[in-house]
């Protein structure tokens, strides 16, 4: 298949995926190669371990990942839209991935959690939920993470989607003009 199908195939099932489940896709395009790359530069790559990925919908923060160098077998995906999981299964054959829900990570995650995760790379649209519930995910983030491992998350608000606080460390690490639309980078740790 060519380069310009692959790249038609992905626009049509965002498409599909954001017309049943706008709430939950919350974009208007998949996300950019640029932001891809942003996301993935979070990323220390002297932590060796497993790296969770909640929300990749079309998988293009995961190809981001992977171009930075990290293995397929280190990356656990978790996509609640059945036919992305499928899709994702087949673009990334070596990632382990599960079609569930990332607002409930223990029972998604189930046995598929053996150790603790050195980042976490959210493309869930977090403005699109109450305060509490985002803070919620991300506690059950960082309750799965190795101690100091960073929570990535885009959003395409101008503020962070958490506010700091005496347990959450928040910085913005990077604006991206070139995605539809502009994205900003946070990165969350546990203080």
């Known amino acids: 298949m060519t380069s310009k199908a692959n790249d038609l195939g992905e626009k049509l099932r965002f498409l599909r995926a954001a017309l049943t489940r706008p709430r939950a896709v919350g974009a208007v395009a998949p996300s950019s190669s640029a932001l891809a790359h942003a996301v993935a530069a979070q990323i220390d790559l002297s932590r060796h371990g497993p790296i969770l990925e909640l929300g990749p919908g079309t998988g293009a923060l995961t190809r981001g990942v992977l171009a930075r160098g990290v293995a ?45 995760y050195v980042a976490t790379v959210s493309g869930i649209p977090l403005l699109n939920y109450a305060p509490p519930v985002r803070l919620a995910l991300l506690e059950s983030m960082f309750a799965r993470m190795e101690p100091g491992a960073p929570v990535i998350q885009f959003t395409y608000g101008l503020t962070s989607p958490i506010s700091p606080s005496a347990r959450i460390a928040v910085k913005r690490a990077a604006f991206v003009p070139w995605n539809l639309p502009p994205a900003h980078v946070w990165v969350y740790r546990k203080r």
Do not use: C, S
């Open 72 to 116: 397929p077998e280190r990356m656990t995906l978790i996509e609640y839209d059945t036919d992305l999981a499928k899709t994702l299964r087949a673009q990334f054959p070596g990632a382990h991935v599960i079609q569930g829900d990332a607002f409930d990570l223990e029972n998604t995650l189930g046995t598929h959690y053996t150790r603790p």
